[in-house]
């Protein structure tokens, strides 16, 4: 027989099997209900303090993944926004990890509220039933005209974990993966706070930032020992103890994200923060995607961002990177003066070395071009090169020191 016949032969014996009976494990609270062999799902409305939305853009600027919020026709907006969280059988994904416990969050309409859906695996056969209860969460909902609009899926570290697990586990079981807009507060996270705290576990900030309680917590890195010891003894103690940790970890992704809520409605306010990189990080945002929002967003608004930017700056100016770019913004903005006895300190202060070179290296093209100084311009780069800096950072300076040399005839 060819191929395609000894295929044939074993559709045909598959057919004639009967499916392994599933195991049914009774013995979970009346909050859960049976959505399939082997699935079931709970429910449950908590109390939530949620000022009201901030405004979109300065939002995105400190979580850039919320950029395409923008682009929603008439007034920008988050929602569809809806809180993201897996349990899994391994801590670093591949083919051989499967998902057992899916939590979704989202904002009720006075926003008072956040309601907690949960989805539960009992037994590897009900795999590809699992997935099918759980992708219509990431499913597109319809805005006021009409227009599906991609929903915003929010994870603690989701890019590098969740979502790839997500997708393996549909390719895995031929179902198509969801399409969404994915936002990982981790990567604001980490600029608001890496300094401040010794981690920026999501449990980290939580205890630290917002004062949550997780003490009688189980740690989710026991969670795939417990799915197998449930799988092996049907006890579900533990297995509620990752239920309830799962439900703390959408609560908690709640809450940070009201917490980056209000620091975008007024960073200069908020007190425990970085404020050096939340000032460039604010920068940043505003010059790479420029273009996005002038096209996006009103004049007088950009204005105000940009104003929140300078202001930003001069809190942070005796941070040293903090103060370059000021400095840098003094001269595009015509302060030269100003912007010339700010460089000057930092080059003659205690500042970093690759921020010190930044400065001299400015202020000898200031020296050149500006003001006309060779001689002047030839300091800066002599206090450069007498500096341990990189071989680029040092060529550079000997290649400009040598043609100004070259112009005073030596």
Same mark, same amino acid.
């Not at 997500?166 to 994915?182: G, V």
């Not at 500006?370 to 550079?396: K, P």
């Given at each position: 027989?060819?191929?395609?016949?000894?295929?044939?032969?074993?559709?045909?014996?598959?057919?004639?099997?009967?499916?392994?009976?599933?195991?049914?494990?009774?013995?979970?609270?009346?909050?859960?209900?049976?959505?399939?062999?082997?699935?079931?799902? @709970?429910?449950?409305?908590?109390?939530?303090?949620?000022?009201?939305?901030?405004?979109?853009?300065?939002?995105?600027?400190?979580?850039?993944?919320?950029?395409?919020?923008?682009?929603?026709?008439?007034?920008?907006?988050?929602?569809?926004?809806?809180?993201?969280?897996?349990?899994?059988?391994?801590?670093?994904?591949?083919?051989?990890?499967?998902?057992?416990?899916?939590?979704?969050?989202?904002?009720?309409?006075?926003?008072?509220?956040?309601?907690?859906?949960?989805?539960?695996?009992?037994?590897?056969?009900?795999?590809?039933?699992?997935?099918?209860?759980?992708?219509?969460?990431?499913?597109?909902?319809?805005?006021?005209?009409?227009?599906?609009?991609?929903?915003?899926?929010?994870?603690?570290?989701?890019?590098?974990?969740?979502?790839?697990?997500? @997708?393996?586990?549909?390719?895995?079981?031929?179902?198509?993966?969801?399409?969404?807009?994915?936002?990982?507060?981790?990567?604001?996270?980490?600029?608001?706070?890496?300094?401040?705290?010794?981690?920026?576990?999501?449990?980290?900030?939580?205890?630290?930032?917002?004062?949550?309680?997780?003490?009688?917590?189980?740690?989710?890195?026991?969670?795939?020992?417990?799915?197998?010891?449930?799988?092996?003894?049907?006890?579900?103690?533990?297995?509620?103890?990752?239920?309830?940790?799962?439900?703390?970890?959408?609560?908690?992704?709640?809450?940070?994200?009201?917490?980056?809520?209000?620091?975008?409605?007024?960073?200069?306010?908020?007190?425990?923060?970085?404020?050096?990189?939340?000032?460039?990080?604010?920068?940043?945002?505003?010059?790479?995607?420029?273009?996005?929002?002038?096209?996006?967003?009103?004049?007088?608004?950009?204005?105000?961002?940009?104003?929140?930017?300078?202001?930003?700056?001069?809190?942070?100016?005796?941070?040293?990177?903090?103060?370059?770019?000021?400095?840098?913004?003094?001269?595009?903005?015509?302060?030269?003066?100003?912007?010339? @006895?700010?460089?000057?300190?930092?080059?003659?202060?205690?500042?970093?070395?690759?921020?010190?070179?930044?400065?001299? @290296?400015?202020?000898?093209?200031?020296?050149?071009?500006?003001?006309?100084?060779?001689?002047?311009?030839?300091?800066?780069?002599?206090?450069?090169?007498?500096?341990?800096?990189?071989?680029?950072?040092?060529?550079?300076?000997?290649?400009?020191?040598?043609?100004?040399?070259?112009?005073?005839?030596?």
């Amino acid at each position: 027989m060819n191929l395609r016949e000894r295929l044939q032969v074993v559709k045909t014996i598959a057919k004639k099997q009967e499916p392994a009976p599933r195991q049914v494990f009774p013995q979970f609270p009346r909050d859960w209900t049976v959505v399939a062999d082997g699935v079931l799902k @709970r429910a449950e409305y908590v109390k939530f303090d949620r000022q009201n939305a901030a405004d979109v853009a300065s939002l995105a600027i400190l979580a850039p993944d919320f950029l395409p919020c923008l682009t929603i026709k008439g007034a920008p907006r988050f929602e569809p926004l809806v809180f993201f969280d897996f349990e899994t059988t391994g801590l670093s994904g591949g083919a051989g990890t499967i998902a057992f416990l899916a939590a979704f969050g989202r904002f009720e309409n006075t926003m008072n509220t956040l309601k907690i859906t949960q989805y539960l695996l009992l037994d590897y056969p009900a795999e590809r039933d699992f997935l099918e209860a759980v992708l219509p969460e990431f499913g597109a909902r319809t805005s006021s005209q009409s227009t599906p609009v991609k929903a915003n899926i929010v994870t603690y570290n989701g890019k590098c974990f969740d979502f790839q697990i997500l @997708r393996t586990c549909c390719f895995m079981n031929r179902l198509e993966p969801p399409i969404f807009n994915a936002v990982d507060l981790l990567h604001p996270c980490r600029r608001l706070w890496k300094r401040l705290l010794p981690s920026c576990s999501q449990a980290s900030i939580e205890s630290a930032v917002l004062g949550l309680d997780r003490i009688d917590d189980i740690s989710g890195s026991l969670a795939p020992e417990i799915w197998f010891s449930f799988l092996k003894t049907g006890e579900t103690d533990d297995l509620l103890r990752i239920c309830a940790h799962n439900r703390r970890d959408i609560f908690g992704l709640a809450s940070i994200f009201t917490a980056l809520e209000d620091i975008s409605r007024d960073p200069l306010g908020a007190l425990f923060i970085d404020r050096e990189s939340t000032a460039l990080r604010w920068r940043e945002t505003l010059r790479r995607y420029a273009a996005f929002f002038e096209e996006n967003c009103e004049k007088t608004e950009i204005n105000r961002y940009w104003e929140t930017s300078r202001r930003l700056l001069e809190a942070a100016r005796d941070c040293p990177r903090a103060a370059l770019a000021l400095a840098v913004d003094l001269f595009k903005e015509g302060r030269e003066a100003e912007g010339r @006895r700010l460089l000057v300190s930092l080059s003659n202060g205690d500042a970093p070395v690759s921020v010190k070179a930044q400065a001299l @290296r400015r202020l000898a093209f200031d020296a050149e071009k500006r003001l006309r100084d060779i001689d002047a311009a030839l300091t800066y780069l002599d206090a450069g090169l007498a500096m341990e800096t990189s071989a680029s950072v040092r060529g550079y300076f000997e290649r400009r020191r040598n043609r100004l040399l070259g112009k005073r005839g030596f």
